[in-house]
């Protein structure tokens, strides 16, 4: 973010600068009488030349920031939480965790209108406010409802009250951001996801859904972080990932979709290893999900056929680089 300011006021500046040097107007007495030295007999080009320049900065402040990792280039199984995050699916529909709302972030309603209406989801008997609303919210992006799914999400801002809810609610909030390109927004409601499932650990350290909880904010951290090229952050946050994924109580043992996110967790985070130079790491990192994926796929095929089929062929590949 302070990267985005300085480069909008430098270009701001420039811009300004190059506008009256060039002879294109005035701006009160700003940059009048100028004394550009040896460039004075090219006033003009000079004056164009910081325009242009200041115009680049401006485009590249306002611009959504693209990744920098080699990875986005790999087939990826999906998030650390469980389930797969995309432009087109914003929200985890696969996800296990509890309805929850979302908080005092209010979602921006996409401009593109969906060509067909989904008809709200029907909630579950006895549920909550907000897991009906979550739930509704869940069809509506599942059917490509964004603008419905946007104002039920804004919807859900006044429906959160305790910190796994508001935990979640923000988490969802950064998918939502995440699917629209709105890296920074989506890096906030993240951060704001980890500082209450904290507190939601903190309160219940021995709960293996809070560490569950944790470890789903901190993917969502790591994923934008990554997309930003701030890998060092990144890295950080998928190695806590990781460690809360492979509980001391070795919960994941006995639940598929816990299995399923210590695979992704390793694979995430091998990835990035592998990025950074550390091959060797990265190829037990590989293994370990490998042996992980095995078991799932041995259990169920057509389910974790294809998870099988695609960490057996990143496997493969770094393990020829680490032979070459």
């Known amino acids: 973010m302070l990267a985005r300011i300085v480069g909008i006021i430098l270009g701001l500046i420039l811009t300004t600068s190059g506008y009256v040097i060039s002879g294109l ?33 401006l485009v590249a402040a306002l611009l959504p920031r693209m990744g920098m990792s080699r990875r986005g280039m790999r087939r990826r199984k999906g998030s650390a939480r469980g389930g797969e995050r995309s432009l087109t699916k914003p929200f985890d529909m696969d996800a296990s965790e509890p309805a929850a709302p979302t908080p005092a972030m209010t979602p921006a309603v996409m401009t593109i209108a969906p060509s067909v209406q989904a008809a709200p989801a029907p909630a579950p008997v006895g549920a ?29 801002v006044r429906a959160a009250e305790s910190d796994r809810e508001r935990t979640i609610a923000y988490r969802d909030l950064g998918d939502f951001a995440t699917a629209q390109g709105r890296h920074d927004d989506a890096a906030e409601a993240y951060e704001e996801a980890v500082s209450y499932a904290r507190m939601v650990r903190k309160a219940a350290p021995h709960d293996p859904s809070a560490d569950e909880l944790l470890a789903g904010a901190l993917a969502g951290v790591g994923d934008t972080a990554e997309a930003e090229g701030r890998l060092n952050e990144a890295l950080a946050a998928f190695e806590e990932a990781l460690a809360l994924r492979r509980s001391p109580g070795g ?74």
């Open 25 to 57: 107007g005035t701006l009160g007495t700003w940059a009048i009488g100028w004394d550009l030295g040896p460039f004075e007999p090219h006033r003009t080009t000079a004056g164009w030349a910081a325009m242009t320049l200041g115009g680049i900065l």
């Open 251 to 324: 919960r994941e043992a006995a639940d598929p979709g816990a299995q399923r996110a210590l695979s992704v967790a390793l694979e995430r985070l091998a990835d990035l290893r592998e990025d950074r130079g550390h091959r060797m790491r990265a190829l037990d990192l590989y293994r370990e999900s490998y042996d992980v994926t095995a078991r799932l796929a041995a259990a169920d095929p057509a389910r974790f056929g294809l998870d099988l089929a695609a960490t057996r062929a990143r496997l493969e590949e770094i393990e020829a680089r680490v032979a070459g």
């Open 128 to 156: 909550t406010e907000f897991e009906s609303l979550r739930a509704e919210m869940l069809a509506l992006c599942g059917s490509e409802a964004w603008n419905p799914a946007a104002r039920v999400l804004a919807r859900l």
